[in-house]
């Protein structure tokens, strides 16, 4: 025997980083910083604007953010590096550990060294133990082959040996969802619409065409201590949906989408009701661009003439969530604005204009107030990858049930015969350590010791060996 | 569509109606959250009595408070017309009532009653803290009427409770490593299994959580896919959750190997349940998205 201490040849370069990259510490490293990332994008507001992060937090606090980036986490070429380090990290521990670990062969075994074992000496001759023992170990579900080595009756067992295969697949799971966002990333697409009751729209990366026949959109009070509030408690948009394979007219509501032939999704997102004013002059009517359609905020300039007026929102039962809490409901809908001369309103206040009404807003122009418009926010989405996302979790969940829940077990039994009698010795290992199996193991050796022992034959109701006296050594 | 007169009209009976209804279901929420504290005294008294009537007076003031937790969110449930757990008090009800079904269920399977003082500890403040919430009845807002509320909240608040069981056995683990290795045990400690075997049952715990959170967030998904229009949309809580999962899938590749069973995977499960917390609290309450309801 050579006393000198010699170290090992050093291995390649690959070899190391395979190494590295199979060792189950290194994606519990990688999960850590995914995690950690994770919760950096959730702590921090997502694709805001840089103002954002100063207004929100302390100076050196948005500059941090603002030069690290982290305004954009989860799109982030690192955060993506993570999950690519991971699909690496698997697919070479796959090929190196969990394909390659195979359950331990049958041959004699030192039954002693095995951390789970146990013996007993019967009374029963060798035979009649051997085949008391087979017949415990098949009802309590293994499968077991026998062989004579030496003059000792040997079985070599197994239980849930297919549940090896759940690392497997648990793995084979999250590729495929991998690969079911990437496929959505790449040749999926998504946009919205906003579309006016009675208008039309073309639907962008297809031929469709959707037209937004009605809106409904019911509402319910909310009592708060601040006073009533309304909230939206349905909106639902009856649309038609045209094109060279389409021709429908479904109803779309909020947790209730449209699919299209060609599998796109179309979804209730928003919705709201733009003020609709006619305008005269002197009496004539004028058409202006924009006045049948307003939203919050337009701006619209009276022709021939340094007017204009700024429309704010609407206000009344047609959309009475715009109402303010503690603020009463008006009975009627009526139009908020303000009408400018050079720029500078002509009101201190700004106007209220029930719908049916009509207000002089200077140089012979007039406003009549007409019913709102209502229009629907929806938006679509086409994602080619979906169904692989979902195969890959049912997978990834059907792994994770096999591979937490199942344990899969090889025994050993040797059966001699002990001159008087015979001797019976059994060892368990797992493919997770022992002290997973230890509870199960002293149950199952009870079950085997009280097979094995003569009572058994003599007493009608034999009791149970209390778990003190299994000898089972972990 | 009514007027405004209509509305208010309505709106003065509905609160009178509905203040009387939250009375009843809040006596029943009280009766649990006292009982809940005399389970967690007799579990005490567990540590230190191991005899089986006490026991069984834990057992049935467990069962006891879980028939009144019961009774109470299906009173909300009748009174509201909607599942109880649309509101951080509801859900908080819904944890808490899972973490002691699960920690009945746990015990006869593992007999890990010697937790209970824990379990009950954290769960009957979560539950008291709840009260401060509740906002009475409300109707649903749209984006959660849906029959997705039905399954995907109460498995993902099942996956909470599951891994605030696992959390407790965590904390015994490193209290009963401590006197391991110190060679002297504190009284209280000394019928809890060897630490190797809490290490199993916290694996176990861990395992079932773990499974449960999955098919939560991946019935969150089917359900986003249906009210947003896509399956992920990067949102606070999406977010925060799959940061537990990402720390709790950690914790299960770490006990694939002996060396770093135990301690690393018990500090490694308290991470996970600090992370649970921040999912549940930090981002329903601090973060605005399109998850925060209070
Ligand atoms: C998100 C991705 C992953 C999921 C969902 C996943 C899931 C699982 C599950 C459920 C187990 C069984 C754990 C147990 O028995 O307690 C497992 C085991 C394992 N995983 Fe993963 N895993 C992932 C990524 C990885 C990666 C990237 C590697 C790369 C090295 C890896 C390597 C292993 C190994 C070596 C085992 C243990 C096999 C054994 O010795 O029993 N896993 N995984």
Redesign the pocket.
């Given at each position: 025997m050579s006393t000198a201490v010699r170290g090992r040849p050093p291995k390649p370069i690959v070899e190391e980083i395979l190494d590295v990259?199979?060792?189950?510490l290194?994606?519990v490293g990688?999960?850590c910083v995914w995690a950690a990332a994770t919760t950096v994008g959730t702590l921090i507001d997502q694709n805001q604007t840089p103002d954002h992060y100063y207004a929100e937090y302390p100076a050196p606090v948005a500059n941090l953010v603002v030069r690290l980036h982290l305004d954009g986490v989860f799109h982030s070429v690192p955060y993506i590096a993570l999950v690519v380090l991971?699909?690496v990290?698997?697919t070479?521990?796959t090929f190196r550990?969990?394909i390659p670990?195979r359950f331990p062969p049958d041959r004699a075994v030192p039954i002693d060294h095995f951390a789970l074992h146990a013996s007993v000496s019967t009374p029963k001759s060798q035979d009649e133990a051997a085949r008391a023992s087979d017949l415990y170990l098949r009802k309590r579900g293994f499968i077991i082959r026998t062989q004579e080595i030496d003059g000792a009756h040997w079985t070599f067992a197994h239980s849930r040996k297919w549940a090896r295969y759940?690392?497997l697949i648990?793995?084979l799971?999250?590729v495929i969802l991998c690969l079911g966002v990437f496929l959505g990333w790449r040749y999926g697409y998504r946009g919205a619409l906003q579309v006016f009751e009675g208008q039309t729209v073309a639907i962008e990366h297809t031929p469709l065409q959707l037209t937004l026949d009605k809106f409904t959109a019911e509402f319910e009070p909310i009592r708060t201590p601040t006073g009533v509030f309304y909230q939206a408690s349905k909106f639902e948009s009856d649309v038609t949906v045209a094109g060279p394979d389409d021709h429908a007219a479904p109803n779309i509501l909020v947790n209730h989408p449209y699919q299209t032939s060609a599998g796109v999704y179309i979804y209730q997102a928003s919705y709201g009701f733009a003020g609709r004013m006619a305008v005269t002059r002197n009496g004539k009517p004028v058409a202006l661009d924009g006045a049948q359609r307003l939203m919050p905020l337009d701006e619209l300039l009276f022709p021939g003439t340094s007017r204009g007026f700024q429309y704010m929102t609407m206000a009344g039962p047609s959309d009475p969530s715009q109402v303010p809490p503690g603020v009463a409901l008006p009975a009627h809908d009526e139009y908020v604005f303000w009408a400018f001369h050079d720029n500078i309103p002509t009101t201190d206040k700004p106007i209220f204009l029930p719908v049916g009404k009509s207000v002089d807003v200077g140089d012979g122009y007039r406003l009549t107030a007409l019913s709102p418009i209502a229009w629907s926010g929806l938006t679509y989405r086409s994602d080619p990858g979906e169904s692989f996302v979902g195969a890959g979790v049912a997978i990834?969940i059907a792994?994770?049930v096999i591979?937490?829940f199942f344990l899969p077990v090889k025994l050993y039994a040797r059966i001699r015969d002990g001159a008087p009698g015979a001797r019976a010795d059994v060892a368990v290992t797992t493919?997770?350590g022992n002290a997973m199996y230890e509870d199960e193991f002293a149950d199952l050796v009870a079950g085997w010791r009280s097979a094995l022992s003569t009572e058994m034959s003599k007493q009608t109701a034999p009791a149970p060996p209390s778990a003190g006296t299994v000898n089972a050594h972990a | 569509m009514p007027d405004g007169g209509a509305y208010s009209q309505y709106n003065s009976n509905a609160a009178a109606a509905m203040s009387a209804h939250s009375l009843q279901y809040m006596e029943w929420y009280l009766a649990a959250v006292i009982i809940y504290v005399f389970a967690f005294a007799v579990f005490v008294g567990w540590l230190f009595f191991r005899n089986r009537a006490v026991l069984i007076g834990g057992v049935a003031l467990a069962s006891a408070g879980v028939i009144c937790q019961v009774a109470s969110l299906g009173l909300r449930w009748f009174y509201s017309g909607h599942v109880p757990w649309n509101d951080l008090y509801g859900s908080l009800s819904v944890v808490v009532l899972w973490t002691v079904v699960l920690f009945l269920i746990f015990g006869a399977r593992f007999s890990i009653w010697y937790a209970g003082p824990i379990v009950f500890a954290v769960a009957d403040a979560l539950l008291a803290y709840a009260s401060g919430w509740n906002k009475g009845l409300e109707p649903l807002v749209p984006s959660l009427k849906s029959y997705w509320i039905v399954y995907h909240v109460p498995i993902v608040l099942a996956a909470y409770a599951a891994f605030l069981i696992s959390f407790a056995t965590s904390v015994l683990y490193l209290y009963k490593r401590r006197a391991e290795l110190a060679g002297t045990t504190p009284r209280w400690l000394a019928d809890v299994p060897p630490s190797s075997k809490l290490d199993v049952v916290t694996?176990r715990v861990v395992?079932v959580g773990e499974i449960l959170l999955t098919i939560g967030i991946v019935l969150g998904a089917l359900w986003a896919h249906d009210a947003w229009g896509s399956y992920w949309q990067w949102d606070p809580k999406e977010t925060a959750a799959l940061a537990s999962w990402l720390v709790y899938?950690a914790y299960?590749?770490m006990?694939?190997r002996p060396s770093w069973q135990g301690f690393n995977s018990a500090v490694t499960s308290i991470v996970g349940f600090a992370s649970i917390l921040f999912c549940y609290f930090g981002v329903n309450i601090w973060i605005s998205g399109l998850h925060s309801y209070k």
């Open positions: 990259l199979s060792n189950v290194f994606p990688v999960f991971l699909l990290s698997m070479v521990c550990r969990v670990k759940g690392v648990a793995h799971g999250f990834l792994g994770f591979s937490l493919t997770k | 694996y395992a899938a299960l590749h006990h694939t």
